[in-house]
């Protein structure tokens, strides 16, 4: 007999079953329900931009007038910015990889505008949408501030200063060294001869800076070398609007002579009363200095002179002779060539070019003999004592003062071997 009980329960899980089930029935929706259907689709519209940009380099060997071509500049269009060009800029200058980019229009194909990279500081812009070329030259925005270099040499001034710490690009370090080499000290320090390793140096300049962090200019404001046991100093100031660099008692740098006839090159052989010739094969007197350079490397006059001779001298080769005032001569032999124009009779000023360095008449190579003479005699050129430029005036004296105490002041704040100091408004300017 079934039990009344389990037939009971049986019965209430089925009626429970039937009443969970019915919540899960999808009972179908009126038409009302139903969401609308999506509007219709109005076909995609492309609009072509009104113009295409392209971006072309100057290859080796390509003129301005051919990379032009390559552009769809027309005929005229192209004469007209060569014009405009050359008014403002050589176009000799450019070199490979000057970028240039422009802009075409989509329905003519003529060129819109045109971006042109002059140099690193210069963009030329032309713009001819409006029929006539319209051009502008625009300059990278820079500032003035002041930083200081600082090492030691080791084997050269040159090495010493490209190689030295800090986030100097070389190109400005070649340019400080050149300032100083030729500019600065040519008149006191022969740099191929006269620095040791250990000597030290300290120089502060000013500089304008592009946003990138290169200088597009600098210009040293103080300097202080250690050359032996003796410190060189040379400090920039205006007197009667022209800048120029003095000593720090205020005697001027310049001298009547500089101290070597080539531009911060290395001594082969300095002055001697007796070398063996390796020519001859023999002693003899050696009433020079030899400078070792490239072949061709400009030769300059050490003073304001007379040309008396320029032409051949036997032993010497090519040679050129200047008289300069109070008995002093100077002698520039085995050169590859004169100047043009150099003749006898000829005035020539201080650093003027007057050869090239060669191997003529008795040379074993490319070098520059060198002698300077006082009154008919062979002097070592490192002996005379020059005549000097003119002192900082009585009355500017005290200025002159307080700048190079300030300058001084600003490289002892230096911490490392390149610090920026600040903006130097009108680059610390002060004089008469």
């Known amino acids: 007999m079934a039990n009344p009980y389990r037939i009971l329960s049986l019965g209430i899980l089925g009626a429970f079953g039937v009443a969970l089930g019915a919540q899960f029935v999808h009972l179908p929706k009126k038409k009302d329900d139903a969401p609308p259907p999506p509007p219709p689709l109005l076909a995609r519209v492309y609009a072509k931009p009104a113009e295409e940009v392209h971006r072309l380099e100057l290859r080796k060997g390509e003129t301005l007038s051919e990379l032009l071509a390559r552009t769809r500049l027309d005929g005229a269009q192209a004469k007209a910015l060569l014009a405009e060009l050359t008014a403002t800029y050589d176009p000799r200058r450019l070199r490979p990889g000057m970028e240039v980019e422009y802009r075409t229009s989509t329905r003519t194909g003529g060129v819109r505008r045109m971006t042109m990279q002059l140099d690193a500081d210069r963009t030329l812009h032309v713009d001819g949408r409006a029929g006539a070329l319209r051009t502008e030259v625009k300059e990278v925005p820079v500032h003035a501030d002041m930083a200081v270099l600082a090492g030691t040499v080791r084997s050269s001034l040159y090495q010493a200063v490209i190689d030295g710490e800090g986030d100097v690009p070389r190109e400005e370090r070649e340019r400080i060294v050149d300032l100083l080499a030729d500019r600065i000290f040519a008149y006191k320090i022969d740099f191929s001869r006269d620095l040791r390793p250990g000597d030290a140096y300290r120089i502060l300049y000013e500089r304008m800076a592009r946003p990138d962090g290169t200088a597009r200019t600098s210009r040293i404001l103080a300097v202080q070398f250690d050359v032996g046991e003796r410190t060189q100093e040379a400090y920039l100031f205006t007197v009667g609007g022209a800048d120029d660099y003095y000593e720090a008692d205020g005697e001027s740098m310049k001298r009547a002579f500089l101290r070597a006839p080539l531009e911060f090159r290395r001594i082969s052989s300095a002055y001697s009363t007796g070398r063996f010739h390796p020519i001859l094969r023999r002693m003899r007197a050696h009433h020079g200095i030899d400078y070792a350079a490239a072949m061709g490397t400009p030769i300059r006059a050490v003073g304001d002179g007379v040309i008396r001779k320029a032409g051949w001298g036997g032993g010497y080769g090519n040679v050129v002779e200047i008289s300069h005032r109070s008995g002093y001569a100077s002698r520039y032999a085995h050169m590859r060539g004169f100047a043009r ?92």
Do not use: C, W
């Open 341 to 432: 124009g150099l003749r006898p009779g000829m005035r020539v000023t201080q650093g003027q070019v007057i050869g090239y360095v060669g191997s003529t008449g008795l040379s074993t190579g490319p070098h520059l003999h060198y002698e300077f003479h006082m009154a008919g005699r062979p002097v070592n050129p490192s002996s005379i004592k020059f005549l000097t430029g003119e002192p900082i005036p009585a009355s500017a004296r005290g200025r002159f003062r307080a700048l190079v105490e300030e300058r001084i002041a600003a490289m002892d704040r230096a911490a490392g071997p390149l610090l920026a100091l600040r903006s130097s408004g009108e680059g610390g300017r002060r004089g008469e």
